[in-house]
């Protein structure tokens, strides 16, 4: 069942939660609220629940697959909602807690005991917690108690699924997991899912789609890879993944044009090419001092100051190459940024650095 | 398992018990002060109903509850009791439910406004029921006298009192508990489709069950102790609208020492039965939050890879839109 939300203003007393934001998801998507906290991404998620409501006046509508439930309360909306800590209920079994909502229904259209029972069963097994049936929410783990919250959830078969960042309270590793398997089961059962983190790993690993909010609207939205790779503000990129952010004038090569005005220019560590400093140096080589190194899995991190600016910034190279150069600290070595983004004028400029030392601009 | 995660967590931490305390003749000193204030204040009070109560012998305390007034007395207080304490339950729960779930304007004020009867003093409320509702003074005298209702010097006008004294008991009690609670349960009652009602019997009670229960016993003990309103809107008609506490005061002025302090051992033994149903609940809560912690960390981690300073607690720290 496709979403479709439009015009949503949300205000907490002078707080502005929301600022006219629509937002569509396609049927069986998933889609990723990223944002910093304070953005309205899990104010956005309660609107489409029914936990809240849009102001009044201000032309909201949200659709369900064309159908107006605006006005229709969150039971009435059947939806699926996962809280960030599970918000089981506590004196309840598991087996309970699965069938409440299949209990709560009205009487003509609650299933029997044995329904009930059976339906709970297919949903341990859904999340493979089978046999965890008897037990107390305070018996299990984290993980599992998100996965009961997840099961509790999809028990009257919701056609939307909204989860308000369901990993936020579980360890890194468990987290890891936890993702992974979310992905897979969101793809068996193909239900269309919202979810909100301010995570922007887990947005871009899990999501079809990610909408970038920040400061109650939404900058961007689009494929992970698309947000990630053309960002249409400072801030996309800024939040997207690690950048090196320098201001104009100070570090950039005299002869880019993108100097000109104010302007801020971008590079993503994995951009930052390092060399000895007696290889061919160019215009656009910075000669730079190593201040430390950390390396752990595939890739070290190193970082950086520009000799003479005292302007710190970050490289990515893969541990091969630190191995084959011999990088050690404090030692000069000579910096290439091999694909820069300037921010001027409201927009972005890309540009590559070509091994011999030309600036090629990338047509947008 | 438990015995061992509690063992080794003090051995792992420093003994700062030296290096944080007073001088041991300081110490002593504290003790002794706070032992003999409650022993001279607490102890020897209640102590001396009973003896004063059975100075005559078991025959004499028994022989009190043959006196009818004492019998109705009770029954009187009984009763208040049956009235006061089911209409707080009802609006304490109202009281926190709206204080806790809701936030609006005034909100503050109706907090501080709840505690109104904690800061009036009791003769004051009394005085202000005999205002309003007296039959020959009262604001409502005229329609009051017209339909014959007897408010003052009735039972209706001390239930008021006491419903009035009793009021802030059970919501105090709720109000720490529901908001500890949080809303997050209540609306994912509400996701699933359950309605008002449902969510109240099945989500939002049985999570404040102990708490509850702590205010009613409290309500109840003060119900069946009030003196001061009481004493003003009943006018202290022996066998129709003396109380318990009343009745007591009543024999005390007629030099009836030993049926005062039976009748005075009772209220002792409420008060001492009210402090074991709290100490009951405590270690309810107590027992149940242990339960919780320690199996988080036991099914979360396996035991013993984390360091203990961080065991297990995951506090929750809701998002603000």
């Not at chain 1, 003479?308 to 011999?326: C, H, T, V, W």
């Not at chain 2, 609208?241 to 007629?254: K, R």
């Not at chain 2, 405590?282 to 360091?307: E, G, H, I």
Request: with cysteine; aromatic share 10%; charged share 20%.
């Amino acid at each position: 069942m496709s979403i479709r939300a439009l015009n949503i203003h949300k205000t907490f007393g002078n707080y502005k939660a929301l600022d006219d934001v629509s937002l569509e998801v396609p049927e069986g998507r998933l889609v990723s609220l990223l944002g910093p906290s304070g953005s309205g991404k899990t104010t956005v998620l309660r609107i489409l629940a029914g936990l809240e409501f849009p102001d009044p006046k201000t032309g909201a509508t949200i659709e369900f697959h064309g159908e107006d439930v605006t006005n229709l309360s969150a039971g009435k909306r059947g939806v699926g909602f996962v809280f960030q800590h599970y918000a089981l209920f506590k004196h309840m079994t598991i087996e309970r807690n699965i069938g409440f909502g299949l209990r709560a229904k009205p009487r003509r259209e609650r299933p029997g005991d044995e329904a009930i029972a059976a339906r709970v069963k297919e949903l341990l097994e859904l999340v493979q917690l089978d046999g965890l049936g008897k037990r107390y929410p305070s018996e299990l783990s984290g993980g599992q108690r998100q996965r009961i919250a997840l099961a509790r959830a999809l028990a009257s078969q919701p056609k939307v699924l909204l989860l308000d960042e369901p990993f936020g309270a579980l360890d890194a590793k468990v987290r890891k997991d936890l993702r992974r398997w979310l992905r897979l089961f969101q793809e068996e059962i193909k239900i269309t899912t919202v979810f909100v983190t301010h995570d922007q790993e887990e947005a871009l690993e899990l999501a079809d789609e990610v909408v970038v909010m920040n400061n109650a609207r939404i900058a961007q939205v689009g494929a992970p890879q698309d947000v990630y790779d053309n960002p249409v503000s400072p801030f996309v990129i800024e939040f997207l993944g690690n950048v090196n952010r320098f201001t104009a004038g100070v570090s950039k090569p005299s002869k880019s044009q993108a100097t000109e005005g104010k302007s801020v220019l971008y590079v993503r560590p994995h951009d930052v090419d390092i060399r000895l400093t007696d290889e061919n140096p160019h215009d656009y080589a910075i000669r730079s001092k190593i201040q430390h190194i950390f390396s752990a899995g595939n890739y070290a991190r190193i970082s950086l100051d520009r000799i003479g600016y005292n302007e710190p910034f970050e490289a990515e190279i893969s541990r091969e190459k630190l191995r084959q150069l011999d990088l050690k600290v404090g030692m000069i070595v000579s910096v290439v940024f091999r694909h820069i983004r300037v921010f001027a004028k409201g927009q972005f400029k890309e540009s590559n650095v070509r091994e011999d030392g030309q600036l090629v601009e990338v047509a947008g | 398992m438990a015995a061992i995660l509690s063992r080794v967590r003090h051995d792992t931490y420093p003994k700062t018990d030296n290096a944080i305390t007073e001088p041991r003749l300081i110490r002593w000193l504290l003790i002794l002060v706070a032992i003999s204030f409650l022993g001279l204040f607490l102890f020897m009070p209640l102590v001396a109903v009973f003896v004063e109560a059975f100075k005559q012998g078991t025959k004499l305390y028994f022989a009190t509850f043959e006196d009818k007034y004492a019998v109705d007395a009770i029954l009187l207080t009984l009763k208040i009791a049956a009235i006061s304490v089911p209409l707080n339950l009802v609006f304490g729960l109202a009281a926190a439910w709206v204080i806790t779930k809701f936030s609006y304007r005034g909100k503050s004020l109706l907090v501080t406004v709840l505690d109104l009867p904690f800061a009036v003093s009791p003769v004051i409320a009394g005085l202000i029921f005999v205002l309003i509702f007296s039959t020959t003074h009262g604001w409502l005298a005229e329609p009051l006298k017209e339909y014959n209702i007897r408010i003052i010097f009735a039972l209706p006008g001390i239930a008021l009192a006491t419903v009035f004294i009793t009021l802030p008991f059970i919501a105090r009690e709720l109000v720490p508990v529901m908001q500890a609670q949080g809303k997050d349960e209540e609306f994912a009652a509400l996701t699933l489709g359950a309605g008002g009602w449902r969510t109240f019997f099945t989500v939002t009670l049985p999570n404040v069950k102990w708490g509850l229960f702590y205010g009613v016993i409290l309500c109840n003990a003060r119900a069946m102790g009030e003196f001061g309103a009481v004493a003003v809107v009943s006018g202290n008609i022996k066998g129709r609208t003396s109380t318990l506490p009343l009745y007591i005061e009543t024999l005390y002025n007629e030099y009836n020492g030993v049926a005062a302090f039976t009748l005075a051992s009772i209220l002792s033994l409420l008060a001492l039965l009210t402090l074991v149903l709290k100490n009951f609940v405590d270690w309810r809560v107590a027992k149940s939050r242990n339960n919780q912690d320690l199996n988080l960390s036991l099914f979360t981690f396996p035991p013993f890879t984390r360091p203990l300073a961080a065991l297990p607690h995951e506090h929750p720290c809701p998002q603000h839109p």
